[in-house]
């Protein structure tokens, strides 16, 4: 059975940190891309980061540059979102994805076979 399963949001205050981790079975991990989205109340799925499993390339939204950043851990088949100086902005829920997207279509969530249940990340002011 395929799962991918978040953990790690919370509530944090504005500048504070958190660290998701995505933890993945039932799938060949190095064979898939991992997607970061998030999904605020009425706003679409947002592609936040990604990491291409085959040769290490990331991307990251123009929103979160310089603040977050992605990293796995083949071991533990397990993808990481540190995300530092949070936002109210960066208020929602986060879900993981794998997929084969091109690198420039990681934010497309058409691209992505697999999600997570997502998990809560609440940025107060």
């Known amino acids: 059975e395929v799962q991918l399963v978040e953990s790690g949001g919370g509530l944090v205050q504005i500048g504070g940190s958190l660290r998701l981790s995505c933890a993945a079975s039932g799938f060949s991990f190095d064979n898939y891309a991992i997607g970061w989205f998030r999904q605020a109340p009425g706003k679409e799925r947002e592609g936040v980061s990604y990491i291409s499993r085959h040769n290490g390339i990331t991307q990251y939204a123009d929103s979160v540059k310089g603040r977050f950043t992605i990293s796995s851990d083949s071991a533990k088949k397990t993808v990481y979102l540190q995300m530092n100086s949070l936002k109210p902005e960066d208020t929602a829920v986060y879900y993981c994805?794998?997929?084969?997207?091109?690198?420039?279509?990681?934010?497309?969530?058409?691209?992505?076979?697999?999600w997570g249940q997502g998990t809560q990340v609440t940025v107060s002011s």
């Open positions: 994805a794998a997929g084969t997207p091109y690198y420039s279509d990681y934010d497309n969530p058409s691209e992505y076979d697999y």
